[in-house]
């Protein structure tokens, strides 16, 4: 159940330039108004996949309440004390809740994480912890909420590649959300800067809410890395391989990692959304043709943790270019 793909090796990495552009920030409010305005908006979102591979977005319908009651859950299990926490640690990835910290996991140098399934929601929550007891209902709230948002911005994202926003549309409503849970300790001059190494995520979008800044993406403009801007009530959303997959290259998954804050401990929730766990991803047929063969062999979600369950020594294990034709 890990929420990264692949891992990259220092070597490729970009060096740091905060002068690139600022991140797109789009209003989901206005996707529902008039034809032109959404028209506008779909652009905007294509335009950013393309381009950046991230944006953020304002305006989405998800309370403030909301949004700070899953941070408020998820500080709260990491508060536990270490053995109740470790009830759930397992080096399974298939576990449908899993606790774990950066001694044992491949990707981390400085977190802990709880993982799991988030869809159907009465599916899984009876598998979440119940301490505190708090985390299922309020981390459940937003698991809801944030999922009704990935639906509508799939089907703008959709659009804009030209397949109609009604593509596919029974598996994006039954496909998988995987909760990746993650608390940050605060930065101090004897510790490495990086909380999460640089990574890309398996799914369609990932959905992050984060409790201070600390985000970093490498600009494919400029190929440097990128803070990204904390800006109130915004959530940041992420390309992921599979969606990388479905356009058949057209839009670009995104590199990110986490630095640790040097002010204070950071808690992270990432929503990753991709088809269900055996549901293959292929490239959209109608975006193949002559000059555009295919450039990835289908996949799935099961075929991804495969992947990793076969890789776990490796740091830089990479799902997505195992993919490449």
Known sequence: MSDSSRT???????SGDLHSPPTP????????????????????????????GYFQVINHGISQPVMDGAVEAASGFFELPSETKEEFASEDLRQPVRYDTSSKDSISVSRAFLKHYAHPLDDWIQYWPQQPPIYREYMGKYAAE????????????????????????EKFHEGSQLMSVNSYPKASQSA??????????????????????????????????????????????????????????????????????????????ASIHGFALHEKVTCAKELVDEENPPKYKESSFSDFLDHLTANMDNKHRNFLESLRM
């Open 25 to 52: 920030v789009i209003n989901l409010g206005h996707l529902s108004l008039d034809s032109t305005t959404r028209s506008c908006v779909v652009n905007d979102i294509a335009k950013a996949c393309r381009d950046l």
């Open 192 to 269: 490495t800067a990086i909380g999460l190494a640089p990574h890309s995520d398996y799914g369609f979008l990932t959905i992050l809410l984060t409790s201070c800044r600390s985000l970093e993406v490498v600009d494919l403009s400029s190929n440097t890395w990128k803070t990204v801007q904390q800006l109130p009530h915004a959530l940041h959303v992420h390309i992921g391989d599979h969606m990388e997959v479905l356009s058949n290259g057209r839009m670009k998954t995104v590199v990110h990692r986490a630095l640790l804050n040097p002010e204070e401990a950071r808690i992270s929730i």
């Open 8 to 14: 990259v090796p220092q070597e490729q990495l970009p």
């Open 146 to 169: 944030v999922r009704r948002v990935v639906l509508q911005l799939m089907e703008a994202i959709l659009e804009g590649l030209g397949l109609g926003k009604g593509y596919l549309n």
